[in-house]
């Protein structure tokens, strides 16, 4: 199976920051990756897809990239509601494989 | 509007099995394949299952493969996870979620809480 190694595991940031988070597949998967944001007792939400593609509806101040092994999940400027847990998942191949997760708190 | 509605968790001791259901609407449900999503207490997300729109492919996680049977009822609009053998490392939220537009899960249920426990 497809490893994703997702980094770091929590960051702490003030409100208007640039934010990044990095995730990393064990081998090759061209730009088959989405990130979720999940906040405390609720569902995950997909906010891109295809490495890049904002999902509609998503604030454009979150931002995609990288393909084949390494991703990036960028947040502009960091508001309070975006504090939650984010993950990236790959869907190249079965098994899909999720991050371990980035808890994003406020500095 | 597309809506996921898991049911069917509960405590259940080692070894034992236990059914889960998602019961979908707001969308043609034979049309989609679907997936399982689980969390444990505390910890991040891990894929479980895959089944496709006509219930003849299916793929697992490692974790549960063998023990566990994804299937679904295409006249009932509901989907299904059979599972077996269960362990203390499969108390968790289990998720129905569905690829609706992008190919990745645009929409999830609530959630239905396994506990494996004596």
């Known amino acids: 199976a497809i490893q994703m190694t997702q980094s770091p595991s929590s960051l702490s940031a003030s409100v208007g920051d640039r934010v990044t988070i990095t995730c990393r597949a064990s081998?090759?998967?061209?730009?088959?990756l989405g990130w979720y944001q999940q906040k405390p007792g609720k569902a995950p939400k997909l906010l891109i897809y295809l490495a890049s593609t904002l999902k509609s509806g998503v604030p454009s101040r979150f931002s995609g990239g990288g393909s084949d092994t390494d991703f990036t999940l960028t947040i502009s400027s960091l508001q309070p509601e975006d504090i939650a847990t984010y993950y990236c998942l790959q869907d190249h191949n079965y098994p899909w494989t999720f991050g371990q997760g980035t808890k994003v708190g406020i500095k | 509007q597309v809506q996921l509605v898991e049911s069917g968790g509960g405590v259940v001791p080692p070894g034992r099995s236990l059914r889960l259901s998602c019961a979908a609407s707001g969308f043609i449900f034979r049309d989609y394949i679907m997936h399982w999503v689980r969390q444990a207490p505390g910890k991040g997300l891990e894929w479980v299952a895959f089944?496709?729109?006509?219930?003849?492919?299916?793929y697992y996680a490692d974790s549960v493969k063998g023990r566990f049977t994804a299937s679904r009822d295409n006249s009932k609009n509901t989907l299904f996870l059979q599972m077996n053998s269960l362990r203390g490392d499969d108390t968790a939220l289990y998720y129905c979620a569905i690829p609706f537009t992008s190919g990745h899960l645009d929409y999830w249920g609530q959630g239905a809480l396994v506990t494996v426990s004596s």
């Open positions: 081998q090759g998967i061209r730009n088959d």
């Open positions: 089944i496709s729109h006509d219930g003849n492919t299916k």
